[in-house]
């Protein structure tokens, strides 16, 4: 298995962003969303999947 993290800096990217993983990798298990703090005046979210 691997594991995958993707950081993210708006709702509409991780929107998007989640549509393409489930299409790329139907079988990708979604693990969890972190808060990593505000990096440049954005918000910057990770989100953890791994990969079967």
Known sequence: MNRMEILI????????TMQTLQSSYPNAT???LEY???ENGQLSIKL?????
């Open 30 to 32: 979604f693990e969890g």
């Open 36 to 38: 990593v703090g505000i």
């Open 9 to 16: 800096n708006s709702a509409d990217e991780m929107y998007e």
């Open 48 to 52: 953890s999947y791994t990969l079967n």
